[in-house]
Nanobody, 124 residues
Framework: VQLQASGGGLAQPGDSLRLSCVAS????????MAWFRQLPGKEREAVAV????????WHADSVKGRFTISRDNAKNLVNLQLDSLKFEDTAVYYC??????????????????WGQGTLVTVSS
């Protein structure tokens, strides 16, 4: 599975961005999809996960109510809508995929396939 992320860029506090990740697989609907981010000098952390089996979602407390993960299985696409951006959202954002086991997973070691990362910079 190859993942191609896009949509990062420069934003001001309060702005919105939309990240997208396209997967090259014929079985996309069986993959749990996740977005992680890595802040400078810190470990990679899960931001949002969307389950393959029933579309359940999980969002980190730090982004809950501001970020929304969604998927379009017909297009092999997972999106992350970033609203009400804050300075502390500045990071490299990665999409990740893993064959579903029916459980929400949000540890990076639980994901095998990774996109190349897209930089989000929130600055005034």
């Amino acid at each position: 599975v190859q993942l191609q992320a896009s949509g990062g860029g420069l934003a001001q506090p309060g702005d919105s961005l939309r990240l997208s990740c396209v997967a090259s697989t014929g079985n996309f609907e069986y993959y749990d999809m996740a977005w992680f981010r890595q802040l400078p000098g810190k470990e990679r952390e899960a931001v949002a996960v969307i389950d393959a089996t029933d579309g359940r979602t999980w969002h980190a407390d730090s982004v809950k109510g501001r970020f929304t993960i969604s998927r379009d299985n017909a297009k092999n696409l997972v999106n992350l809508q970033l609203d009400s951006l804050k300075f502390e959202d500045t990071a490299v954002y990665y999409c990740a995929a893993q064959w579903t086991i029916g459980t929400i997973r949000h540890k990076d070691i639980e994901y095998t396939y990774w996109g190349q990362g897209t930089l989000v910079t929130v600055s005034s």
